[in-house]
């Protein structure tokens, strides 16, 4: 005969599952002082490009080596650029044991959630899932020297010329339907699948996932001026490669600002 027990939940909590939104950073050295270094140059000039993103640091490139980071004054430098360290994965057992008694928790099974995905889903996505996308960060302004726009987690369209000097960053693709003569970094949080497409490229860098390219290194005649997209082929270790947009004739455009 089934029994009937009287239960008793808590008053004062509730214990329930939940999902955190990570970013994700795949340590590739454990010299601390050249990774301070090139965070710096590259996350210098964008104070606000963390906001207190909870991270997992990826210990995958480091696995089959000897080599330990010092945990302790990697979390205090991550913590310095407003990024909350919380896990660790991928390590072998002598980094994970480091991890913990820094006080990380190991997350094996952690997933990334800020990149876009590589590939579109089987199936619908859930009604839970129907918010509205985050709508690109649109600038109708030219942006001159010294000027930097960064769309966070979105596209960026600029309508106006980027100036020698200006910078463009978004976590999504860019798009300047003018001249672009400055900066442009897209997909600044590793998104591979982003693009660079402008009327006129003549830019000082172009950056999607980490791999960029600067002026130093001329562009082909096949582009240089001309409406073009840029794309990165091979993933975050491939080769930046940039098509010529056929049919697109750009009006006479005046000099920048």
């Known amino acids: 005969m089934p029994v009937a027990v009287t239960g008793r939940s808590p008053a004062t909590f ?11 950073l795949l340590l590739k050295s454990a010299d601390l002082d050249a990774l301070a270094d090139e965070f710096k140059e590259r996350f210098g000039d964008i104070p606000d490009f963390f906001d207190g993103d909870a991270l997992v640091i990826d210990l995958g490139p480091l696995r089959g080596g000897e080599d330990v980071p010092d945990f302790a004054r990697l979390l205090a430098m991550l913590r310095k650029w407003r990024v909350a360290p919380i ?5 072998n057992p002598k ?3 480091a991890a913990v008694r820094a006080g990380l928790v190991v997350a094996s099974d ?14 619908a996505a859930p009604a839970a899932a129907a918010q509205p996308p985050l709508g690109a960060l649109l600038i109708d302004k030219p942006l001159r020297s010294g000027q930097q726009v960064y769309a966070r987690g979105r596209d960026l369209v600029v309508m106006a010329m980027v100036n020698p000097g200006a910078e463009v960053i978004a976590d999504g693709s860019i798009h300047v339907y003018a001249p672009l003569r400055g900066k442009a970094i897209a ?8 693009r660079i497409v402008t009327l006129s490229l003549q830019p000082e860098l172009l950056s999607i996932a980490g791999v960029y390219r600067t002026s130093d290194v001329p562009l082909p005649a096949e582009v240089l001026g001309k409406p073009t997209q840029v794309r990165l082929v091979g993933g975050t270790e491939g ?3 940039m098509e010529a947009l056929a049919g697109f004739t750009p009006s006479p455009l005046g000099r920048g600002r």
């Open 187 to 194: 997909g600044a949080r590793g998104d591979a699948e982003a």
């Open 110 to 123: 952690a997933v990334s959630t800020l990149q876009r995905p590589a590939a579109a889903p089987r199936e």
């Open 14 to 24: 509730e214990i329930k599952s939940a999902t955190l939104p990570l970013v994700s």
């Open 95 to 97: 980094q994970i044991a």
């Open 239 to 241: 080769t930046l490669v």
């Open 87 to 91: 896990a660790v994965r991928n390590g």
